[in-house]
C-alpha cells in the first residue's frame, strides 16, 4: 500500500456516520420507544389496581373480625363506615377492625353490599379508573368475589 491510499483510507474513516446510518438508528429508537413506553406508562395504573386489591383484602379482613365479634356482617345501610363507628351494635369492638373507611385509589369509595348478589355474605367492589360498573383493562372493576393476583 502506497502512502496516498492509506491517507484515503484514514481520512474515510474519520468521517463518522452517513446521514442514511443516522436516520436508521433513529428510526429503530423510535421504534423500541414505541414498543416499551406504553409499559412504563401503564406501571403507576398498575399499582393502583394491586392497591385496590390490597384494600378490598383488608376490608375482607374486618369484616371477618366484625362478624366474629357481632354475629353477623353490617348490613348496605350501616356499610363500611360500621367497622370505624360504634352505633351500639352489641359486641362492637372499634379497636379491631379499621381506623377508617378507606376510599379507592382513584379517590372513590368501595361498594359495599349486604347480602351479596355475586357472593352470599357480601359483596365489596371498586369501579376502577373510570368510576363506572363494568369496563375492561384499567377500568375494569376490581370485585372481592373476583379477586386473583
Known amino acids: 500500500m502506497d502512502q496516498s491510499s492509506i491517507i484515503n483510507h484514514q481520512s474515510s474513516i474519520a468521517k463518522g456516520f ?3 446510518e443516522l436516520m436508521i438508528v433513529v ?9 416499551v413506553m406504553p409499559k412504563i406508562l401503564d406501571k403507576p395504573e398498575q399499582a393502583r389496581r394491586t392497591k385496590a386489591k390490597v384494600d378490598i383484602r383488608s376490608i375482607q379482613s374486618a369484616l371477618a373480625m366484625f362478624k366474629t365479634d357481632t354475629g353477623r356482617f353490617p348490613t348496605t345501610a350501616e ?20 381506623e377508617r373507611v378507606p376510599t379507592d385509589p382513584w379517590g372513590s369509595k368501595y361498594v359495599y353490599i349486604c347480602p351479596g348478589i355475586h357472593s352470599k355474605d357480601y359483596d365489596l367492589k ?24
Open 18 to 20: 452517513t446521514l442514511i
Open 27 to 35: 428510526v429503530i429508537l423510535g421504534l423500541l420507544a414505541t414498543m
Open 79 to 98: 356499610g363500611l363506615q360500621a367497622l370505624v363507628t360504634d352505633s351500639g351494635i352489641r359486641g362492637f369492638n372499634k379497636e379491631a377492625y379499621l
Open 126 to 149: 371498586s369501579f376502577g379508573k373510570d368510576g363506572e360498573d363494568g369496563g375492561t383493562d384499567n377500568d375494569a372493576d376490581i370485585e372481592s368475589w373476583n379477586l386473583e393476583g
